[in-house]
T-cell receptor, first 111, second 114 residues
Framework: RKEVEQDPGPFNVPEGATVAFNCTYS??????FFWYRQDCRKEPKLLMS???SGNEDGRFTAQLNRASQYISLLIRDSKLSDSATYLC????????????FGTGTRLTIIP | GAGVSQSPSNKVTEKGKDVELRCDPI?????LYWYRQSLGQGLEFLIY????????KSGLPSDRFSAERTGGSVSTLTIQRTQQEDSAVYLC????????????FGPGTRLLVL
């Protein structure tokens, strides 16, 4: 089983729709969770950290479910500019500084 | 302020040659990471530096790969006797202190081994 697994997509979603991605992780001792965004042929950039209580940043909501070992990202009122690959990122265990990146979920917003 | 910079941006080399890739992290960031990303693949962790501590080299794929970080700032990733499977984008990232903080990525070095 991969340390971090994501549905690769692609997700093709009409503008204005709501889209959700899930990501599962294998190491129950992981403590740090993030969503990064990567545009085509660009470097990844942090979208948001994921906190135990869940967190929201504008149209984006991230949730963590430790019992089932998955994190989710919800995008509301999607914009054309949301088209990108979304990377789920998890640290490799308690006190471990190594981050493991998922292979990403590709999202295309259709006008 | 200035972000993470990497050089060269592109490198084409012949199989068997050595290459050096450079990363200049954000000033004051103590954590520095190297990753590589092959076409259509996720990021693969290579090595992690934190201050003056011994680096975590657990992701280096073979002994042909090595990295240094001089003076806690600039880092160099060296690949000896390059192979075609080494072709990838090599990304460097820095963070203020550690894994729980934002990693800022450089634009990457695209390496092509012929």
């Amino acid at each position: 089983r991969k340390e971090v697994e994501q549905d690769p997509g692609p997700f093709n979603v009409p503008e204005g729709a709501t889209v959700a991605f899930n990501c599962t992780y294998s190491n129950s001792a992981s403590q740090s969770f993030f969503w990064y965004r990567q545009d085509c042929r660009k470097e990844p950039k942090l979208l948001m950290s994921v906190y135990s209580s869940g967190n929201e940043d504008g149209r984006f909501t991230a949730q963590l479910n430790r019992a089932s070992q998955y994190i989710s990202l919800l995008i509301r009122d999607s914009k054309l500019s949301d088209s990108a690959t979304y990377l789920c990122v998890v640290n490799s265990g308690f006190g471990n500084e190594k981050l493991t990146f998922g292979t990403g979920t590709r999202l295309t917003i259709i006008p | 302020g200035a972000g993470v910079s990497q050089s060269p941006s592109n490198k084409v080399t012949e199989k068997g040659k050595d290459v050096e890739l450079r990363c200049d992290p954000i000033s004051g960031h103590t954590a520095l990471y190297w990753y590589r990303q092959s076409l259509g693949q996720g990021l693969e962790f290579l090595i992690y530096f934190q201050g003056n501590s011994a680096p975590d080299k657990s992701g280096l794929p073979s002994d042909r790969f090595s990295a240094e970080r001089t003076g806690g700032s600039v880092s160099t990733l060296t690949i000896q006797r390059t192979q075609q499977e080494d072709s990838a984008v090599y990304l460097c990232a820095s963070a203020r202190r550690g894994v729980w903080e934002t990693q800022y990525f450089g634009p990457g070095t695209r390496l092509l081994v012929l």
